[in-house]
């Protein structure tokens, strides 16, 4: 994950970006007891998923601010700060996110676990957080770009 995202970063948007802090092994919560934001913040986020299908399954979530997403955005498509719209920024961080999840794909199927991708989708909100089933395991990547926090969040299940 953290090749595939310094990838498209660098590539796509000229910026680097640095792993601060993953996360793979999760304490067990009461059981009905909600699950914790991936991202704590009341300040609303943009969040694009793709999933994959294949010998092994799974959904791949990027979390930014609406912040981020607006100069994310301004850099792939070289806009001015500030030029873009909702749907804009929804297009072009449903790019990235495909992007990203296609290096984490490549490196999949390198080690042998044929997937297909999904089509990419957004979610926009503030202190939500992403219910995943037990039989799924979970990753979570913490990334620091130019002062702002971005993270992946991986839900992986091999087979059935």
């Known amino acids: 994950m953290t090749r595939a995202v310094q990838d498209v970063f660098k590539t796509m948007l000229g910026q680097d970006i640095s792993l601060v ?16 934001p991936i991202v704590n913040s009341s ?7 793709v999933g994959f299908i294949g010998e092994i ?3 791949i979530y990027l979390y930014m601010s609406d912040e981020f997403a607006k100069i994310v955005t301004s850099r792939l498509l070289d806009l001015a700060p500030g ?17 990203v999840v296609g290096g ?11 997937c297909k991708l999904t ?9 939500f957080s992403v219910e995943h089933i037990s039989s799924a395991e979970r990753r ?4 620091d770009c130019a002062g702002h926090r971005f993270v992946t969040d991986i839900l992986i299940k091999i087979g059935d």
């Open 119 to 127: 089509i990419p989708s957004i979610l926009r909100g503030s202190n």
């Open 57 to 59: 399954n799974g959904l």
């Open 140 to 143: 979570i990547y913490h990334f």
């Open 21 to 36: 802090k993953a996360t793979e092994r999760f304490e067990p919560r009461e059981k009905g007891a909600p699950a914790p």
């Open 83 to 99: 030029a873009d719209d909702d749907e804009v920024i929804n297009d072009a961080i449903g790019e990235i996110t495909n992007m």
């Open 104 to 114: 984490f794909k490549s490196a999949l199927s390198h080690q042998g676990l044929a």
């Open 43 to 49: 300040h609303p986020q943009v969040v694009g998923t």
